[in-house]
């Protein structure tokens, strides 16, 4: 079906939807809203559970826990009556000068009607690290509950939405009610460290997505306390600019006037990247860069997004730009560079007078939709290469670039939006914000390029979750609210699909 017809078609859905009242299927979905609040205290305990795993993937000592808690996890999901395989991606990785086998991937499915659409929902259950004196105000991997906030490593970031995505099946069960879409599982347990295996495992397992109409991703967070869907993130092009000069660190009381310094020649090359306003100074840079929509411009108008709050939370006086438009522009439809680190350079306390030998800036462009990685790696080598030219340095400079993430986007009118806009309405009586967001998210693309199936992210969590940092927390609310949207969503996402099945069946007749 073309887009223009499709449009067409959600709107005379719309019209027929508001002529329709109260249908059976409000009935049920209240009777599955009453049963998820009944039931809130199990799912909270169950989280409880999980976020007692201390599945750190970026710890060699805790990778038992990884695998452990994929194991917990494909229980659970069994327990529902799905077929559950952890697959072995047979691959093991050096960290700390140890070799660490890789976790297991789980893939699971749960019904196989012909007539039902299929989704795949993608989470993981490994965490970032945490210990109570990194000033964790509770014990991160003992779920406390503080003003309605349930407190833990994990607890946003990702297990709570994998066990609310959990919960909302689980529900349909306890019902006996059919589930009216076939459902699809892949859970990770090396999010955190940046999927490793997983891509293996995909392109291997090909045919577990062959009848997979739908992916949803829930893996991050709205912007505001309004929900949100999204439909883009940006990706990442990272650099190390190597500057090497002698052949060992100098003193500046013997050497310095006499010697070309790498470090100097580094700040200069670092200096010559970005402008004060953000501007990135390297030449061609946006010509690529898609042409911004009248359409999603004005999409922006109307989202949520507190500019006094946002600095606040982080402690700054002012962002570049004064507009919230211009900010979520800036934050989601051009690319940004920032600069990270030096390593080589003398670090720490102390008045330590030395010259080093080889320093290696590190900077990182979060690029959009239409750039080119290969292009833009082009063209940061060549500005680099002339800038360092006009210094008349001795020294060696080494670009390179060790990550290229594509970003991701998609036609947010696609169905499985329609779906979840309205399973938002259904929970929280209003319409959702369209968001971006501003990182990257690699699994959505490699799922996008791989699969070449519809893609969505559906997050729960609040704004305010502190993933990855101490404390994070998902408020009991959005816990139990996200369990409703995503059983509503299956509701809904079967509805249209099947509407949409019956309209094309009868335009390819006419
Ligand atoms: C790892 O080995 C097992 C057992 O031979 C096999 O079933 C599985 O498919 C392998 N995994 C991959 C990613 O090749
Ligand atoms: C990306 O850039 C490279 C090098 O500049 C070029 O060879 C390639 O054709 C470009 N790809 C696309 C899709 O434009
Ligand atoms: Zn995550």
Redesign the pocket.
Known sequence: MSTEIFTIFMIMMSFGAEASGPSPATDLLNRIFQNIDLRQNDFVQTLKEWLAVQSDSSDPQLRGEVIRMMGIAAKRIQDLGATAQLVNPNMTEMIGGRQVPLPPVLLANLGDDPKKPTVCFYGHVDVQPAKKEDGWTTDPYTLTEINGNLHGRGASDDKGPVLAWINAVDTLNTLKQDIPVNMKFIIEGMEETGSGGLEEIIKKYNHFFSDIDYIVISDNSWISRKPALIYGSRGNAYFFVEVKGSERDLHSGSFGGITHEAMSDLIALLDSLVDPSGRILIPGIYD?VATLTEEEQQLYDKIEFDMEEQKNKIGVKKFVQSTKVETLLHLWCYPSLSIHGIEGAFYGPGTKTVIPSKVIGKFSIRQVP?M????VK?KVSKHLENVFAKRNSPNKLTVTMPIGALPWVTDAKELQYEAARRAVAKVFGIVPDMIKDGSTIPIAKTFQTVTQKKIMMLPIGGSDDGEHSQNEKISRDNYIQGTKLFAAFFLELAELHQKKQKYSNQINKD
Do not use: H, T
């Open positions: 690529d239409n080119n990685l290969s292009a082009e």
